[in-house]
């Protein structure tokens, strides 16, 4: 754990004749402040405060004002990162808006969209397995209920930013999770396999 600051520097003349640009970082964090020639240009999370609610797992995207391009550039990258947290800073990106648009979609769907809907679908099949319960009351369908139940709150971890818990309880939560759902993923093997040979079941 620690702080840290990336320094880059690019020249503008070229990125200039391109039209709109923007700044892509896919992952950044766990708090952070980017700059442009001494102009914030984004900040999240506490710097100063160590395992501070903020994660940064979603990408940052910042479209660049062209008056703050110059022949010769200095973008500054300020972070602050926890241990345990997955803290650090990816590629640095910056370019034309339409060339880096495209990535800043697929960095979404993959860190934001794509688990946050797979959170909802599970839900959706827990609540489906509790009304099969309600009305057959077979075991199966309980277990079924509580292992979708325990990996979509699991899965929630990944692309929930502020947590309701201070660290590492958060951490503590979600390992437990982890753990809970493994008991209960096994639970609903054996429950489907416990009436088969014992060769089968191993």
């Known amino acids: 754990s620690g702080w840290a600051r990336v320094r880059l ?4 003349d070229a990125l200039a004749r391109e039209g709109q640009q923007a700044l892509f970082i896919e992952r ?4 952070y402040r980017v700059s442009l020639n001494g102009v914030l240009l984004a900040e999240h999370g506490e710097l100063r405060e160590p ?4 994660t940064g797992r979603r990408p940052l995207w910042v479209r660049l004002p062209a008056p703050l391009l110059h022949a010769h550039n200095v973008l500054d990258v300020e972070i602050r990162a926890d241990v345990l947290r997955r803290a650090g800073v ?3 990106r910056v370019g034309s808006e339409a060339v880096l648009r495209d990535a800043w979609h697929a960095g979404e769907w993959r860190h934001v969209t794509l688990p946050r809907a797979a959170s909802i679908f599970g839900l959706l099949v827990g609540g ?4 099969l319960w309600w009305q057959q009351r077979d075991a199966l369908y309980a277990v079924a209920a509580a292992w979708q139940a325990i990996w979509c ?4 971890a990944r692309w929930w930013e502020e947590p309701f818990l201070s660290w590492p309880a958060w951490f503590q939560l979600t390992q437990g999770l982890f753990w809970l759902g493994c008991v209960a993923g096994y639970g609903l093997v054996w429950t489907v396999w ?5 060769r089968e079941r191993w």
């Open 28 to 31: 950044i964090g766990n708090a």
């Open 194 to 198: 416990q009436s088969r040979p014992a």
């Open 51 to 54: 395992n501070h609610g903020w």
């Open 128 to 131: 489906f397995c509790v009304l």
């Open 9 to 12: 520097r690019f020249d503008g």
């Open 90 to 92: 990816s590629v640095v």
């Open 153 to 156: 709150l699991r899965l929630s």
